[in-house]
């Protein structure tokens, strides 16, 4: 019995979709569809998006449905039916829906929202229509991002300031490579606003700004050489220089701005740390400048900030070890030396290993290694000078310093024998006396030619053996 009712309902469920879906096929291609949106950039109302749909036979109005899927971050939908706003016509043969509905976020440039009929409850899927619509925003949302490269100019204490450049290096929203569709290529401006949020007792001394000439920025006490204040009440800027309103005019795809270069003298009451604000500020269609280059409305543009900014020099410093792991200068030849890094802040910084045949550093290195800290052996004895250059690869300006040690290679000589007669010509050390007496002696000259340096500790020792290889 149990089994006969699943069967039964399962019948009627295939034949109730049965019926929708050849329904289904009464549907017309005739489609009617007015859509809308109130603007282009965010947030976009659809403000219309009315579809009829048209079928060969009349249908049973309480048996149609539209669907609304407006395919935004939420996954909203909305369904019209009979008792939420459809209307039938045409005696049954047209039925119209209208809906409306507001992106305040979306993860493309553009918004596609889709109906589609269904018919008792089955959906028809020839039925499904998109409509495509702009969704661009500021370049800051979305794929945009409005920056500055770099981020900031560092400057290692008590180095100058030379040409420090600032290049606006935003990727604007729905630009072309993004949205190749329907890009937002129309203008935008730009702005580069110099010594905003200035702090004159942590500040760079006697900056310079090159605009046809040379323009103060900062005097030698770290005031401001002249201030002004643009803007309208609703965000007023202030700072020592305002550059020009640049437009990026269509097709606006990338930025083109570049700050005036700026320049300072080496000056040590530039302390590690202090800094110099520069903002750069944007606008594009969905938050157009007002078009006054005095006042600007600064309250609608997004900005961002870089700095000039004086960073401490590295300290580098080291000491060798042997393989024990044992800090000493003094090694053997071809001993491994094993070169301990103690320099702080080493994960900001670059190495240069400069290895010296002589204690003082002279002539070209024999070698030349870099990272972190590598090992060398040397092959001659003597004392050589090992030379650490650390240096910041982020500062614009040299940020090179450097720590020596000296360590003694033992022996300091290799040792070297030369033989000659008593004319002092070379011989080979190998000879042979008379085979049968009397025997008469062969005279040979020995000569100390080994090689390297003599040092205080030097000490020399012959020993002579005999044809049984006992020291005689």
């Given at each position: 019995?149990?089994?006969?009712?699943?069967?039964?309902?399962?019948?009627?469920?295939?034949?109730?979709?049965?019926?929708?879906?050849?329904?289904?096929?009464?549907?017309?291609?005739?489609?009617?569809?007015?859509?809308?949106?109130?603007?282009?950039?965010?947030?976009?109302?659809?403000?219309?998006?009315?579809?009829?749909?048209?079928?060969?036979?009349?249908?049973?109005?309480?048996?149609?449905?539209?669907?609304?899927?407006?395919?935004?971050?939420?996954?909203?939908?909305?369904?019209?039916d009979i008792g939420s706003g459809l209307i039938a016509s045409a005696g049954n043969t047209a039925f119209t829906a209208n809906a409306t509905f507001t992106y305040t976020q979306n993860a493309q440039c553009t918004i596609v929202p889709t109906t589609s009929v269904f018919i008792g409850g089955v959906l028809c899927p020839t039925s499904r229509q998109t409509q495509t619509a702009f969704f661009w925003d500021t370049d800051d949302e979305g794929n945009g991002n409005v920056t500055i490269a770099p981020p900031s100019w560092d400057v290692c204490f008590d180095n100058p300031i030379v040409n420090a450049v600032f290049t606006d290096a935003s990727e604007f929203n729905c630009n072309i490579n993004v949205e190749p569709d329907n890009p937002n290529q129309l203008t935008r401006h730009v702005q580069f606003v110099y010594g905003t949020n200035h702090n004159p007792g942590a500040t760079i001394r006697n900056l310079t700004l090159t605009d046809g000439g040379p323009q103060g920025l900062t005097n030698g006490t770290g005031n401001l050489v002249?201030?002004?204040?643009?803007?309208?009440?609703?965000?007023?800027?202030?700072?020592?220089?305002?550059?020009?309103?640049?437009?990026?005019?269509?097709?606006?795809?990338?930025?083109?701005?570049?700050?005036?270069?700026?320049?300072?003298?080496?000056?040590?009451?530039?302390?590690?740390?202090?800094?110099?604000?520069?903002?750069?500020?944007?606008?594009?269609?969905?938050?157009?400048?007002?078009?006054?280059?005095?006042?600007?409305?600064?309250?609608?543009?997004?900005?961002?900030r870089a700095y000039i900014t004086i960073v401490a020099a590295p300290a580098p410093n080291f000491v060798t070890r042997d393989g024990g792991?044992?800090?000493?200068?003094?090694?053997?030849?071809?001993?491994?030396?094993?070169?301990?890094?103690?320099?702080?802040?080493?994960?900001?910084?670059?190495?240069?290993?400069?290895?010296?045949?002589?204690?003082?550093?002279?002539?070209?290195?024999?070698?030349?290694?870099?990272?972190?800290?590598?090992?060398?052996?040397?092959?001659?004895?003597?004392?050589?000078?090992?030379?650490?250059?650390?240096?910041?690869?982020?500062?614009?300006?040299?940020?090179?310093?450097?720590?020596?040690?000296?360590?003694?290679?033992?022996p300091a000589l290799v040792a070297n024998i030369r033989v000659t007669d008593l004319a002092n010509v070379d011989i080979t050390p190998d000879f042979c006396q008379e085979g049968s007496p009397p025997l008469t002696n062969f005279d040979a000259r020995f000569h100390d030619v080994s090689v390297g340096t003599v040092t205080a500790n030097t000490r020399w020792r012959w020993e002579f053996y005999n044809e049984s290889n006992v020291m005689v």
């Amino acid at each position: 019995m149990h089994l006969k009712r699943s069967l039964l309902v399962f019948f009627l469920l295939f034949s109730i979709q049965y019926v929708a879906r050849a329904q289904c096929n009464t549907l017309r291609p005739q489609i009617d569809i007015s859509f809308n949106t109130d603007q282009d950039c965010a947030p976009v109302s659809v403000t219309q998006f009315q579809i009829t749909y048209y079928f060969n036979a009349a249908q049973d109005p309480n048996d149609i449905s539209i669907l609304y899927e407006w395919n935004d971050p939420t996954n909203a939908v909305t369904l019209v039916d009979i008792g939420s706003g459809l209307i039938a016509s045409a005696g049954n043969t047209a039925f119209t829906a209208n809906a409306t509905f507001t992106y305040t976020q979306n993860a493309q440039c553009t918004i596609v929202p889709t109906t589609s009929v269904f018919i008792g409850g089955v959906l028809c899927p020839t039925s499904r229509q998109t409509q495509t619509a702009f969704f661009w925003d500021t370049d800051d949302e979305g794929n945009g991002n409005v920056t500055i490269a770099p981020p900031s100019w560092d400057v290692c204490f008590d180095n100058p300031i030379v040409n420090a450049v600032f290049t606006d290096a935003s990727e604007f929203n729905c630009n072309i490579n993004v949205e190749p569709d329907n890009p937002n290529q129309l203008t935008r401006h730009v702005q580069f606003v110099y010594g905003t949020n200035h702090n004159p007792g942590a500040t760079i001394r006697n900056l310079t700004l090159t605009d046809g000439g040379p323009q103060g920025l900062t005097n030698g006490t770290g005031n401001l050489v002249t201030s002004s204040t643009r803007g309208t009440p609703g965000l007023p800027v202030t700072g020592a220089y305002f550059g020009p309103i640049d437009a990026i005019p269509f097709p606006a795809n990338g930025p083109i701005s570049v700050s005036f270069p700026m320049n300072a003298p080496a000056d040590p009451l530039n302390l590690v740390g202090n800094r110099f604000e520069i903002t750069l500020f944007n606008w594009n269609i969905c938050n157009p400048w007002n078009g006054d280059p005095v006042n600007p409305n600064y309250e609608d543009a997004i900005e961002t900030r870089a700095y000039i900014t004086i960073v401490a020099a590295p300290a580098p410093n080291f000491v060798t070890r042997d393989g024990g792991g044992n800090a000493t200068t003094d090694f053997c030849i071809n001993e491994v030396i094993f070169l301990d890094n103690l320099t702080p802040n080493a994960a900001a910084l670059s190495w240069t290993w400069e290895f010296y045949s002589n204690p003082t550093g002279a002539g070209a290195p024999v070698a030349v290694r870099t990272g972190f800290e590598p090992t060398f052996a040397y092959g001659v004895g003597g004392q050589k000078l090992i030379r650490l250059r650390a240096s910041n690869p982020t500062a614009q300006s040299p940020c090179v310093e450097t720590f020596e040690v000296v360590v003694n290679i033992t022996p300091a000589l290799v040792a070297n024998i030369r033989v000659t007669d008593l004319a002092n010509v070379d011989i080979t050390p190998d000879f042979c006396q008379e085979g049968s007496p009397p025997l008469t002696n062969f005279d040979a000259r020995f000569h100390d030619v080994s090689v390297g340096t003599v040092t205080a500790n030097t000490r020399w020792r012959w020993e002579f053996y005999n044809e049984s290889n006992v020291m005689v």
